[in-house]
């Protein structure tokens, strides 16, 4: 928060000066009255460093408990609902405009500030769980069980959507308070099924968007955070490629069974199953530029009941990670060909199913370079680090892709503790990082809404 508040309070400054210099004693009560009516709201610009250091601090408390009360509660994709029941409480409470129900669980809160005109900007917040059984040591542990794909499972925010969700919601508290001085428009989007819908389900960014979250009032660019196992408070900033495209393969190969010891009776697909697989690797290797990533992983190979039976068939199933679309559309295009020729050799026959999830979330330039000294104010020029693009996927990209984008990274591992990876049951986020996530995000949105400096 700085010099544009600062010049519309010195300005302010000038016109009360001269008001005063040229008032008479004659002048009616009346317009003095006017007078201090026009300058006053000019007054209360002054939300300088230290308003905004209050109404930071103010929303604290509340937001660790929304935290934990979120974190005790998780919810998987699009099963959201107690999760967006209290996030559309706490907005309206903040006197939000709020619509429930976008995207099945997705809510989205408006808030209209006071201080004149100014740009519409968006925050996305993510709300689902996982199907994880949490093993950490955190006095609101979840110990919740649901049911998932037909069996019982655990569920924990093993994602850290729990501290996106609070460190939403405290910011939204802190731009509440801060109303009346805040050019133009904010926009919380609390997003369900990050982590992808049910089998046979829809939902996260691209439906949200078909319903409309980015429209009326349109946000001209977006912001979000994602929870990492760094030092808590500690802000991972990138520009550019961020988070990949994450694809899903199923391959099943048809071939003929026969006795394992009547080899020439069978087309067999554990043969041919192997040479695709082989045969896969050489589109990183051979096919892709190397300097464009690109990672293409089997992760299943299925197939066969018995030692001495060749199988009919062979089920593959893997993931492809691409940021440039056209390194994709060669992988798709390689695998293609190198199932027909593969299996054109053998006799035997094919079906490829390719499911393109998430593309890649690639943070604008421009606002990420916008944004780094934001940062670096905010928090201090030791909190901010420079991050380096993961091969893991991001739903935000859906968002990025429709306007500017800026998604940044939160540590949230206190000091002396110890956390495991994302998506394991040892992930341990600390409460300090919720309000350093609030700090960050209420900066970068006021200066957004300032038209920066
Ligand atoms: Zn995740
Ligand atoms: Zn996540």
């Given at each position: 928060?700085?010099?544009?508040?600062?010049?519309?309070?010195?300005?302010?400054?000038?016109?009360?000066?001269?008001?005063?210099?040229?008032?008479?004693?004659?002048?009616?009560?009346?317009?003095?009255?006017?007078?201090?009516?026009?300058?006053?709201?000019?007054?209360?610009?002054?939300?300088?460093?230290?308003?905004?250091?209050?109404?930071?601090?103010?929303?604290?408390?509340?937001?660790?408990?929304?935290?934990?009360?979120?974190?005790?509660?998780?919810?998987?994709?699009?099963?959201?609902?107690?999760?967006?029941?209290?996030?559309?409480?706490?907005?309206?409470?903040?006197?939000?405009?709020?619509?429930?129900?976008?995207?099945?669980?997705?809510?989205?809160?408006?808030?209209?500030?006071?201080?004149?005109?100014?740009?519409?900007?968006?925050?996305?917040?993510?709300?689902?769980?996982?199907?994880?059984?949490?093993?950490?040591?955190?006095?609101?542990?979840?110990?919740?069980?649901?049911?998932?794909?037909?069996?019982?499972?655990?569920?924990?925010?093993?994602?850290?959507?729990?501290?996106?969700?609070?460190?939403?919601?405290?910011?939204?508290?802190?731009?509440?308070?801060?109303?009346?001085?805040?050019?133009?428009?904010?926009?919380?989007?609390?997003?369900?099924?990050?982590?992808?819908?049910?089998?046979?389900?829809?939902?996260?960014?691209?439906?949200?968007?078909?319903?409309?979250?980015?429209?009326?009032?349109?946000?001209?660019?977006?912001?979000?955070?994602?929870?990492?196992?760094?030092?808590?408070?500690?802000?991972?900033?990138?520009?550019?490629?961020?988070?990949?495209?994450?694809?899903?393969?199923?391959?099943?190969?048809?071939g003929k069974q026969a006795h394992g010891a009547a080899p020439e009776l069978s087309v067999d697909p554990i043969v041919t199953g192997a040479q695709v697989v082989l045969a896969l690797q050489t589109i990183a290797s051979r096919s892709v530029p190397p300097l464009d990533p690109v990672v293409v992983t089997v992760g299943i190979f299925r197939g066969g009941e018995r030692f001495n039976i060749i199988p009919g068939a062979v089920h593959l199933e893997g993931t492809v990670r691409t940021y440039d679309p056209e390194v994709r559309e060669t992988v798709i295009r390689r695998m293609r060909e190198i199932l027909d020729g593969l299996t054109a050799a053998a006799g035997a026959t094919y079906d490829l199913q390719y499911t393109s999830n998430a593309p890649a979330t690639i943070n604008d330039a421009e606002l990420s370079a916008r944004m780094r000294p934001v940062l670096v104010r905010a928090m201090g020029e030791g909190n901010v680090v420079d991050a380096r693009p993961l091969l893991a996927g991001e739903d935000f990209a859906f968002f990025a892709n429709e306007i500017p984008g800026f998604y940044f990274r939160l540590g949230v591992v206190a000091p002396g503790t110890e956390s495991g990876g994302l998506h394991t049951p040892n992930f341990r986020a600390d409460d300090t990082a919720i309000p350093a996530g609030m700090r960050a995000m209420t900066h970068v949105v006021l200066d957004y809404l300032e038209g920066g400096e």
């Open positions: 928060m700085h010099s544009r508040f600062a010049g519309i309070t010195r300005r302010a400054a000038v016109v009360a000066t001269a008001v005063s210099a040229t008032v008479s004693a004659t002048v009616s009560a009346a317009v003095i009255a006017t007078v201090i009516a026009l300058v006053l709201p000019f007054v209360a610009h002054a939300a300088d460093a230290a308003a905004v250091d209050a109404a930071l601090a103010a929303a604290e408390a509340r937001a660790v408990e929304l935290r934990h009360q979120v974190h005790q509660n998780p919810e998987l994709s699009n099963r959201e609902t107690e999760t967006a029941a209290l996030v559309a409480e706490e907005l309206t409470r903040l006197g939000y405009e709020v619509e429930t129900g976008v995207a099945h669980t997705g809510v989205v809160g408006v808030l209209r500030g006071g201080g004149g005109p100014g740009p519409v900007v968006a925050v996305r917040a993510d709300m689902d769980a996982l199907p994880v059984t949490e093993a950490t040591d955190l006095p609101f542990a979840s110990t919740k069980r649901t049911e998932f794909l037909g069996q019982e499972v655990g569920v924990a925010h093993a994602c850290g959507h729990d501290v996106h969700v609070a460190v939403g919601l405290g910011t939204a508290a802190v731009l509440a308070a801060l109303r009346d001085q805040l050019p133009g428009t904010v926009k919380f989007l609390f997003q369900p099924a990050e982590e992808g819908s049910p089998p046979g389900e829809r939902g996260g960014a691209s439906l949200m968007i078909e319903e409309g979250a980015l429209a009326d009032p349109a946000p001209e660019a977006i912001f979000a955070l994602h929870s990492m196992p760094a030092p808590a408070g500690q802000i991972g900033w990138i520009s550019g490629a961020n988070m990949a495209a994450v694809d899903q393969f199923e391959i099943e190969l048809q």
